[in-house]
């Protein structure tokens, strides 16, 4: 019998999160003085973090402020999927299942 796998990018496939992500960007730049509007946040997301913050703060970020900032957002982000939860995208536990 032969193996075979299924293989899938987890957000915007299995679930949205875009949601929890860009209200986590916003609340931690809005603490780093930077204000992060939406078009911005849209244009840059699914980009690595590193890449987004050099992006809003210019290449002159420290890899430390880029290792602050993104610990920060990470945890607000977990944080919050914690609290609210997260659901499955319509479709997806069917397939899930048949997996």
Do not use: C
């Amino acid at each position: 019998m032969m193996e075979r796998a299924a293989l899938w990018d987890l957000d915007g496939t299995l679930l949205d999160s875009a949601e929890f992500h860009w209200i986590s960007w916003q609340e931690v730049l809005l603490a780093e003085n930077f204000e992060l509007s939406r078009e911005r946040f849209l244009a840059s997301f699914g980009m690595r973090n590193d890449a987004i913050l050099r992006d809003y703060f210019g290449e002159d970020i420290s890899t430390k402020d880029i290792a602050r900032i993104t610990d920060a957002k990470e945890e607000k982000y977990r944080e919050m999927v914690r609290e609210a939860g997260i659901e499955l995208l319509p479709g997806v536990l069917f397939w899930l299942e048949k997996l």
